[in-house]
């Protein structure tokens, strides 16, 4: 509307005029205050000279964000550690002010650790002194480890997220007191089994809890409420959850085995396993049908040439093989109420599925296993034949697989066939006058070829670049 008014006029003193106006000290300071608790707090004490309005608005902001590395590129100058000891001299000054009569409810520091606990000490007073409800703290180590995080902390009533990265936590006797907490998020924490149960004595209304830690063996997470547990092995040769209410496990593995025990965990709906050394076991096929309320299974990169999934709630079924040490020869799958089946890889030889409710089917390899498959309801399938196709012999035997594999998808609805390589589902003429077509009853059949993009992160599925159908 501006925009118009001016060129109606054609004047450039009422342009200068609309172009003055300023827009931003008008807002609200409520409406003010809300954007600038998003951008980091170095930021926000520099717009403090734009107006004398501004002038004493960062004082009143409800987050502090102190960030050394992204702090220093703003303060970037020939000298490196003349910038650091700007950017240390910042916060210490910031955290001087009494910020009287404004309550602080999320308090964020991420710093490099250089020896010296006494600065950051004195920092971490702060967000005790103004009863933070979240505290976020990254002291990444170089030359050592911070390892005197004020133990007062961790008898912060008001606290509901807790995030830890870079530290040495050790805990010697349960004098954690965090009645309100919901979510702790541990990220590179060096501690022990003795330190983590002891934070979870103290954290009775625990409902997300996040661990990649180091100096754990023997780990036991025992909380009545918890809901969400993310972990990363580190070395952890078992880990035991009980936790009755918990309904999302997330395990990531690192190298070697880890014997898990989720036996207490009837309520899990989301389950997911990456990288982990565990479907050699026979605790795996035993545990998946005690899941009574197990809706989404996930596996990436597991280790084991056979897999038995038999569940009558599952609903999603997600599996992935690493292309390295995952040779994932032959899967049974028993699961009456699957909606949803996603295998990307290229070892599976042989599947069995039945799931009388699935309604959706993506196969992803550059291989076509021996299929048999019971899914009455299925509406979409959807195939990509990528990797290394070129490469490949097209012989009777490719295409007679094909065939069948095609032909156990034929009650589909709808299908679409995605292919790098063009030649690997142009059925010879000879074949198609031995063989009958695969495909008689699908309604909807779209063929797209050209070259496909895959996208490496996890879950995310491949996109043709060129369509033709």
Same mark, same amino acid.
Request: glycine share 4%.
């Given at each position: ?26 807002? %609200? ?31 009143? #902001? ?77 002291? *990444? $180590?170089?030359? !050592? ?13 008001? =606290? ?8 040495? =936590?050790?805990?010697?006797? %349960?004098?954690?007191?965090? %009645? ?18 002891? /934070?979870?004595?103290?954290? $009775? ?13 023997? %780990? ?7 809901? !969400? ?27 070697? *085995? ?29 545990? @998946? ?20 999934? #038999? ?21 049974? @799958? ?5 909606? !949803? ?16 409710? =699935? ?11 021996? #299929? ?79 070259? /496909? ?17």
């Amino acid at each position: 509307m501006d925009t118009k008014r001016v060129k109606e006029h054609d004047g450039t003193r009422q342009l200068e005029s609309i172009l003055s106006i300023d827009r931003i000290s008008e807002l %609200p300071d409520a409406v003010a205050l809300h954007i600038l608790s998003f951008i980091p707090t170095i930021f926000v004490v520099r717009m403090s000279v734009v107006s004398k309005r501004w002038r004493h608005m960062w004082t009143l #902001i409800h987050v502090l964000n102190f960030y050394d590395r992204r702090d220093l590129d703003y303060l970037r100058k020939p000298n490196y550690n003349r910038d650091r000891n700007k950017f240390f001299k910042l916060v210490s000054k910031c955290l001087k002010h009494p910020f009287e009569g404004t309550t602080i409810t999320k308090f964020k520091l991420h710093v490099d650790f250089y020896g010296g606990h006494h600065r950051i000490d004195v920092w971490l007073r702060f967000p005790l002194r103004k009863k933070v409800k979240e505290l976020d703290i990254n002291v *990444s $180590p170089t030359t !050592s480890r911070y390892s005197t995080l004020p133990c007062d902390l961790l008898s912060l009533t008001t =606290l509901t997220v807790l995030k830890l990265c870079g530290l040495y =936590l050790k805990i010697g006797s %349960p004098i954690v007191s965090l %009645p309100s907490l919901l979510v702790m998020e541990f990220t590179d924490i060096v501690t022990n089994d003795q330190t983590l149960n002891n /934070l979870l004595l103290g954290c $009775p209304c625990i409902e997300k809890l996040k661990l990649n830690c180091h100096g754990l063996q023997q %780990p036991q997470v025992l909380s009545s409420n918890l809901k !969400s547990l993310e972990f990363f092995q580190g070395g952890v040769q078992t880990v035991k959850v009980e936790a009755k209410n918990l309904h999302s496990f997330v395990y990531y593995g690192y190298n070697g *085995s880890c014997n898990i025990n989720l036996i207490r965990c009837a309520s899990i709906r989301n389950l997911k396993f990456s990288n982990a050394w565990l479907l050699t076991d026979q605790w795996f096929e035993h545990l @998946i049908p005690q899941l009574s309320h197990l809706e989404s299974l996930r596996l990436h990169g597991c280790y084991g040439e056979y897999i038995k999934i #038999i569940n009558q709630q599952l609903k999603d079924l997600y599996i992935k093989d690493s292309g390295m040490r995952f040779e994932l020869l032959e899967a049974t @799958i028993d699961t009456p109420n699957l909606v !949803s089946f996603h295998y990307d890889g290229s070892s599976l030889r042989k599947i069995s599925i039945n799931a009388p409710g =699935l309604v959706s089917f993506r196969y992803s390899s550059e291989l076509m296993s021996l #299929i048999s498959l019971n899914a009455s309801n299925l509406l979409n399938a959807d195939i990509v034949l990528r990797g290394g196709l070129e490469k490949k012999t097209f012989d009777v035997k490719w295409y007679a697989s094909l065939i069948d594999f095609l032909s156990e998808l034929n009650g589909t609805k709808k299908m679409t066939i995605f292919s790098g390589y063009e030649r690997a589902v142009i059925i010879p003429n000879e074949l198609r006058a031995a063989c009958a077509s695969p495909l008689p009853d699908v309604k909807h059949l779209m063929y797209s070829y050209g070259e /496909l993009q895959y996208c490496s992160r996890e879950f995310q599925q491949f996109e043709p670049k060129n369509n033709n159908g």
